[in-house]
């Protein structure tokens, strides 16, 4: 049975190319520029003449890079800015992701290489074990404005825009604005603080030493909800919830 699928990048002679490889696990795909070498042949003259080689597994698979001096990026499409760096000569890098793009610097482009493994399961169910429940690591209640302001200023690099600058205060209460018709500037940085000290990223007002201005407050509220998954690309439906349903 097949378990990684591989998209060759599209090619100056045929743009459209949309022909797929699927592997099986244990098998190999080498790639790179010259034709006797390699498995898939990517016909540009930045491209190593060997440049690497996938290696199906059940539900991830292994890079390695065979090039001397060029540093491959495998990003995760849908993980808002998710990635791996695979260092020249490094063999066997795991890598994780469900949907990936390896992204090959080729003298001034960058060559984008997909490959899919869509084997990945997910535990089901209750863990039916006795005894207290674990307490959650973040605390977020989906139905508050505090979580629509986060998804707003997590919407452009969820949608695909990883190095997006974040959006302004003045943007995020126009976003909101439709679901929440008195959004302000003042209301919105209010959540942002709340959301700063909620996440701990901050110490509450009730502490006697607030301890130094936080700066880049939005950064890293929105670096540690991408990187905890706090926010999905599926919650930016409550950017979209009819008036009403977020309240607070």
Known sequence: MYSIIVVPPPTTE????????RLAPGERLRFGRSAPDNDLRITHDG???????????????????LSREQTYVVENPEGAGEHVKVAPGRLDAPIPFEFSRIVLPAA??????????????????????????????????????????????CEPRLRGAPHAPLPTVDQVADRLRSTWPAASRTSVQWNIDYLAVKLRLKPGPESADTGPRLNGKKESLVSLALRFDLVGEDDLSVLAAPSGRVTR
């Open 14 to 21: 045929d743009e459209r190319n949309l022909s797929q490889i």
């Open 47 to 65: 491209v190593s003449r060997r440049a690497g080689e996938i290696t199906a597994h059940g539900a991830f698979w292994i890079l390695s890079n």
């Open 108 to 153: 001034g482009d960058l060559l984008a290489l997909q490959v899919w493994a869509p084997r990945h399961d997910y535990l089901s169910g209750a863990g039916g074990l006795d005894g207290a429940t674990t307490a959650p690591a973040f605390s977020l209640d989906r139905t508050k404005r505090y979580f629509a302001v986060l998804a707003a200023l």
